[in-house]
């Protein structure tokens, strides 16, 4: 009687566990249910620990079975599973944590935009600035996204509306303010400075991880490593370098990018002395015409980024058929008083480059190109800068090669 009754009970006990296990796989295959129909932080979190475990996916898997989760839907419960979370390094060298796939981004610095495009991601972008908008106007798609203020004035309201997974920074001057305004709807706030040449390969890479495109990012870096490298063989020895102003001109003249700035690498790339280098600021700069003069630059560069004059005629541009604007510039700015007496102006060595060309690392290359031609025509007989603009144009940003960007051109 004692072993029937034994037998009896650990029988109901095991079908009682059983009942109990039955019980909670049906909450948690509810709760998965339920994540997706409300739009959950994390697909396929039932728990809220935005991690989806082995129990989770087993949960999303009955439901499937039952017809109450799509194949698609499945589908990216178990790549979170197998991917996420993981942790990057961002620029502000704080450790960030991502714990589903990135949909959707929102992008503050200008600068930042390429690299997206380079990446083939440019459909994740939520919104855009006004400011990219205008500057990108010939990439596919851009005019038809959501708006959300200018680069140096964001619309946090507008930003919120659209819902950005991610939100990148290019430096942590704002991060307190903008992490205040957007963590609090899910938003994680990201500082990627794709700006400096020294850290470009990095910050790719990251960009690249957080967008599932490693294979693609190592394909960019080596074409503009084997350009960049070539430059740097045939200018590193380069003694004395030739000295180099660039100015503004067209927009403000007397001001320079200094040692921090995307143009300074270019033309230390090109193998040019950047005379702003010597000045205490470290990004961009208002001389005194006396101190140039004193300088007495060689070369002067005009990285043009709007148009000079009302009538609304650009320098440079991917619209521009013909570089007559920019020849009459530089034949108007080498009259000016104090750039007659300058080097650059007796010997002709005044020359227009496209400002966003030197802005930013990725195309950093770019713009060294130009300048390397320019500076030393002999060393570089077989460099076709338009060359290496077209395939950067065609074969990474994914669209026809057209436009002024650099006057003369250094063919």
Wanted: charged share 25%; with cysteine.
């Amino acid at each position: 009687m004692t072993d029937e009754r034994h037998e009896f009970s650990a029988a109901g006990g095991m079908e009682m566990i059983w009942k109990i296990f039955a019980i909670m796989m049906l909450c948690v295959t509810l709760m998965i249910g339920s994540a997706f129909a409300q739009g959950m932080d994390v697909p396929g979190d039932s728990d809220s620990d935005k991690v989806v475990s082995a129990e989770e996916v087993g949960a999303a898997e009955k439901l499937a079975q039952e017809g109450k989760l799509s194949a698609d839907e499945l589908e990216e419960i178990r790549h979170i599973h197998e991917k996420y979370p993981f942790t990057i390094i961002d620029s502000a060298n704080r450790t960030v944590t991502i714990y589903k796939p990135v949909k959707r981004m929102i992008i503050q610095p200008t600068f930042e935009y390429e690299p997206v495009f380079i990446l083939g991601v440019q459909d994740r972008l939520a919104a855009v600035t006004n400011t990219a908008q205008k500057c990108f106007f010939y990439m596919p798609g851009i005019k038809d996204k959501p708006v959300v203020g200018e680069y140096k004035e964001i619309d946090y309201e507008s930003v919120i509306e659209n819902q950005p997974d991610i939100y990148i920074l290019g430096s942590n001057k704002t991060l307190d303010d903008v992490e205040s305004k957007l963590n609090p709807i899910g938003t994680t706030v990201i500082v990627m400075d794709l700006s400096s040449l020294s850290t470009f390969k990095d910050s790719f890479r990251t960009l690249a991880k957080l967008m599932e495109e490693e294979d693609r990012a190592e394909e960019f870096l080596s074409w503009w490593e084997s350009y960049l490298n070539d430059i740097k063989e045939k200018t590193d020895k380069i003694e004395p370098k030739r000295k180099v102003y660039n100015d503004y001109a067209n927009e403000l003249p007397w001001s320079t990018g200094a040692r921090t700035s995307g143009i300074d690498d270019a033309i230390t790339l090109a193998g040019g002395f950047n005379i702003a280098r010597s000045l205490d600021k470290l990004y961009y700069a208002q001389v005194d015409p006396e101190w140039v003069l004193q300088q007495n630059p060689e070369v002067i560069i005009i990285p043009a980024f709007h148009d000079y004059d009302p009538s609304g005629d650009y320098l440079t541009g991917y619209q521009l058929e013909n570089g007559d604007n920019a020849e009459r510039f530089i034949e108007e700015a080498s009259q000016w008083d104090e750039w007659k007496q300058l080097e650059a102006v007796k010997n002709g060595q005044v020359y227009v480059l496209d400002g966003d060309t030197g802005f930013t690392s990725c195309k950093a290359v770019i713009a060294a190109t130009y300048m390397a031609k320019w500076f030393y025509p002999e060393r570089f007989k077989d460099l076709d800068p338009e060359v290496v603009h077209k395939e950067y144009f065609e074969e990474w940003l994914g669209v026809p090669y057209r436009g002024i960007w650099a006057y003369p051109q250094a063919s």
